[in-house]
């Protein structure tokens, strides 16, 4: 099936640095996501991408929607303690208009 | 209002049981979806309705899964016959209409452990 590749697999890092993760796929998408689930809830939406190198920011993230529609990136700035959980991204395939293929998430994890 | 909510939150079943998992979507979202989440991995999609019509069962990974919205609200999704590669996290999701714009707002879940 569809796969998407997120990497890294995890992250551990100090309060206050800067997080990068980022999603490829062999095939092109028309939409990019990416969520942050928490341990016992479900995911939840950060940013959603729909135009081709659109850059679009939430507060301390930004994300962007790769040129070829293959691949997306998530950065997290000056990270806090509450960040920590799990990111996914999801893309929406060209010809499908609610299915979403995910990435196997990136799990944050903040150095005390 | 109110978001998704998943009933039950934790199902313990000896295999070969049946189960069958609730999901109430945001009041008035027209789109359903259910997904299987294993232990480490990002949701997979099973099956998807538009109101009571079930527009989308490829992801179901097998006859003994099923899924209802009789009334185009409240979704059941029931497993028969569990087996022990069926304990995952069962997610389920709402959107206002289900185009490519529209947010999917999703529950806690259902943590399934077959034993």
């Known amino acids: 099936g569809q796969q998407l590749n997120q990497s890294p697999q995890s992250m551990f890092i100090q309060e206050g640095e800067d997080v990068s993760m980022n999603c490829t796929s062999s095939s092109i998408f028309n939409t990019w996501l990416w969520y942050k689930q928490d341990p016992g809830e479900g995911p939840v939406l950060l940013i959603a991408l729909y135009k081709a190198g659109e850059l679009t920011s939430n507060g301390r993230l930004t994300a962007q929607f790769g040129i070829t529609r293959k691949d997306s990136f998530l950065n997290i700035s000056a990270s806090i303690p509450s960040d920590v959980g799990i990111y996914f991204c999801?893309?929406?395939?060209?010809?499908?208009?609610?299915?979403?293929?995910w990435g196997a998430g990136t799990k944050l994890i903040i150095k005390p | 209002g109110a978001g998704v909510s998943q009933s039950p939150r934790y199902k313990v079943a000896k295999r070969g049981q049946d189960v069958a998992l609730r999901c109430d979507p945001i009041?008035?979202?027209?789109?359903l979806f259910w997904y299987q989440q294993a232990l480490g991995q990002g949701p997979e999609f099973l099956t998807y309705?538009?109101?009571?019509?079930?527009?989308?069962k490829s992801g179901l990974p097998s006859d003994r899964f099923f899924a209802e919205r009789p009334e185009g609200s409240v979704s059941t999704l029931k497993i028969q016959r569990t087996q022990q590669e069926d304990s995952a996290v069962y997610l389920c999701?709402?959107?206002?209409?289900?185009?490519?714009?529209?947010?999917?707002?999703f529950g806690p879940g259902t943590r399934l452990t077959v034993l």
């Open positions: 309705f538009q109101n009571e019509a079930q527009l989308d």
């Open positions: 999801a893309g929406q395939l060209m010809d499908s208009n609610y299915q979403l293929i």
């Open positions: 009041s008035g979202h027209v789109s």
């Open positions: 999701a709402s959107s206002r209409s289900g185009g490519n714009t529209d947010t999917q707002y």
